[in-house]
């Protein structure tokens, strides 16, 4: 017999380890036509690894057997940034512990306690490294809506918001999607400097500023304005008017925020960095650059500016 598992019993169990929602959809394929779509006109750059596991994308059930529910789960980090008085810039989610660790432990941390009163639950936690569509999910569980930036947008949350799922073959509370809030708003699109979001609600990475930094490891064409991020980009979603109302988190990454200002000072100053770098690369997400991508993204902004 399948146990039932009241969203509202993992939603209290998520705001004690600090996720600010959680919701619940009913495991089912997902309609990926709109994906191919995107892959097809090559938007992804060279990110090729998402031509991948298409299979799974589509169904989650095929990585973990026996999957009923997808619960989704939300954690702001809408905070105070620290490179605000810095001529270089970091995008937020990276000014913070690499949330891969910390939401996947916290999602173990809810299974654990769910299997002492649910002796027959099984299941797994995701958190972005997986071929999970997470944005997908979270609007299916009712946590908000896609953004036409493409991000996942939250009314009290904003879109400053990590995912993490937990596979469960359980079943819960489903919840009713929310229709999207946007209008006939269009700073997000606006807002971008290369033009990178497009009418229909999709992103051209070959023209957004976070993959150029990151994921790029070729040389960023000039005609590239990076607006003087060297490392993501925030730009979209500081447009947000409902990035603008949300609240505002009060955690804070005090380790990692300042060494990001002691990295951010030494880069202004000219002086050698490298050492405050390699320890954001082993504590943040920035792991995801080696040193002379940094440097080279360093002499573009300058070259810029």
Not at 143 to 160: D, I, M, P, Q, Y
Not at 271 to 282: A, G, H, I, P, T
Not at 284 to 300: C, E, G, V
């Amino acid at each position: 017999m399948q146990d039932f598992i009241p969203i509202n019993i993992v939603k209290d169990l998520a705001i004690k380890e600090g996720f600010c929602d959680c919701g619940a959809a009913k495991c089912e394929k997902l309609d990926l036509t709109s994906f191919k779509e995107w892959l097809a006109k090559g938007y992804h750059a060279s990110m090729s690894y998402l031509e991948n596991y298409f299979d799974k994308r589509e169904n989650p059930a095929l990585l973990f057997e026996n999957t009923k529910t997808v619960f989704c789960f939300l954690m702001s980090y809408n905070d105070e940034s620290a490179d605000k008085n810095y001529k270089f810039k970091i995008a937020s989610y990276a000014q913070r512990k690499d949330y891969h660790y910390v939401i996947k432990q916290k999602l173990n941390n809810i299974i654990a306690q769910l299997q002492i009163q649910y002796s027959n639950l099984q299941a797994k936690a995701f958190v972005d490294s997986a071929p999970v569509k997470e944005r997908e999910w979270a609007v299916k569980c009712g946590l908000g809506w896609k953004g036409k930036n493409s991000l996942l947008v939250t009314k009290e949350f904003g879109n400053k918001v990590f995912i993490g799922e937990i596979l469960a073959n359980c079943i819960s509370d489903y919840a009713k999607e929310i229709p999207s809030s946007c209008g006939n708003c269009n700073k997000c699109l606006t807002s971008c400097p290369n033009n990178a979001i497009l009418p229909d609600g999709n992103v051209n990475a070959n023209l957004c500023i976070s993959y150029q930094t990151i994921e790029n490891k070729e040389e960023i064409p000039e005609n590239i304005n990076l607006r003087k991020y060297i490392y993501g980009c925030d730009i979209c979603l500081n447009a947000c008017i409902w990035n603008n109302k949300a609240k505002k988190t009060e955690s804070q990454d005090c380790e990692v925020k300042n060494l990001i200002c002691c990295m951010l000072d030494k880069i202004e100053k000219e002086e050698d960095f490298k050492s405050e770098f390699q320890k954001l690369r082993k504590l943040s997400p920035m792991d995801r650059i080696k040193y002379q991508k940094l440097l080279s993204n360093i002499a573009l902004v300058k070259k810029q500016n």
